[in-house]
């Protein structure tokens, strides 16, 4: 629900005089998600102004003028023309000199990069200066509730037993028939999912041998390959409860089907798993501080331990993203190469942590979920961490 007076503290802390939040026809879902219009269709453009002290103030279309009625601010303006809506947005920032919206310079970030050149050009000719509201977002669309934070918990703990399942499942059907394939170990998954009222907006990843060294591989018809004796295999699943507002949880594992893990995996797994530690590290002694924390920094302590054993061209992804009510979510991700991620990690926030070392012939990939509670407490959720390549013997 909108807070009206959280909101004005947190523009006056990042020294705004306002927030102005804007969309049309759903460009800016979280600017919907701020005022909750989320999943409610407007057709017209429609801008609600937050200032530093003061009411709110509201320009939408004759259309829908009752567009923003449910949120606080008395003074609203009704615009037909596209000239009286130029006139309005110049009015609702009248006296600002800065002002936040979801902006990135240069589009550096794209995640909160949601309102279009030609409005910043509108705002930014009546004199005011543009700034990213990214930090603004994490506050008011990523951070999760009490609701939320038991809803991964919950997908967390059926993630990590849905390797259990994936595990065995390869195992059984190796033993029975001498191999599987990846879109069966993907069904596999999906019905422990189902079975437990989970939902993903798409099937996990079955890599087996050079197809765990694609990051984002997905398994077709013509790609499915067999799992037999000897192969090294990854998965990558995440889902979250199916029900409204529910978060992800988000997973990597990695197995070899033999009893004896080659040295050409263990050596690799170990120098990931070094990289996330200390990522993980790296945030649990920042919060132990009290100290502040930028998801660039996060990836800089990960991203080392990589490059420091000669695989830093194999790590060719961030570190992490940020997990919400979609799997890469709207908060700060831990990254310092696709993006120089400014925003900080903050409270009742949740990212993955997933280093990888890609190579032709096979990848390894490590993911854990890191959510940082309201007390400033760190969670490393869905069970302890791999410490080593899991066997499944056959």
Known sequence: MFDLGAVQTAVREFGFDGWLL??????????????????????????????????PTKLVHAIEPAALDHLPGAVKTVYRRWQDLETGVGELVIGAKRVAMEYSPRNANPYISRVDAGTIELVRSYGVEVV??????????????????????????????????????????IRATGE??????????LKHFADHSLTTYSPPIVGVGPHSGDPHYETTPASNAPIRRGDWVLV????????????????????????????????????????????IARVKEAFA???????????????GMIEKAGYGEQFTHRTG????????????????????????????????????????????????????DRDGKVHVTGGEPQTEVHRIIV
Request: with cysteine; hydrophobic share 40%.
């Open 22 to 55: 804007y969309d049309f026809r759903g460009i800016n879902i979280l600017a919907q998600r701020v005022v909750d219009l989320a999943g409610k269709s407007l057709s017209r453009r429609w801008f609600y102004y937050i200032p530093a002290v003061g009411e």
């Open 132 to 173: 990213p509201s990214g930090d603004l977002i994490q506050l008011f669309e990523a951070t999760w509730d009490g609701d939320q934070e038991q809803s991964h918990f919950g997908a967390a703990d059926l993630c990590r037993a849905a390797y259990d399942v994936a595990f065995g499942f390869i195992a059984e059907e």
């Open 180 to 189: 599987t394939t990846e879109a069966a170990v993907q069904a596999r998954i």
């Open 236 to 279: 990558d699943l995440w889902a979250k409860f199916d029900k409204p507002r529910s978060v992800y949880a988000d997973y990597t594992r990695v197995a070899f089907v033999g009893e004896s893990v080659p040295e050409k995996y263990a050596k690799v797994f170990g120098i990931v798993a070094a990289a996330r530690d200390a990522g």
């Open 289 to 303: 501080a009290g100290e502040p924390l930028l998801g660039w920094q996060v990836d800089d302590a990960t991203r």
């Open 321 to 372: 993203h940020n997990i919400g009510q979609e799997v890469h979510g709207n908060g700060a991700h831990m990254d310092g190469l696709e993006t120089r991620e400014d925003r900080h990690v903050i409270r009742r926030t949740c990212f993955s942590i997933e280093p990888g070392i890609y190579l032709p012939e096979f990848g390894v990939r490590s993911e854990v979920d890191v959510y940082i």
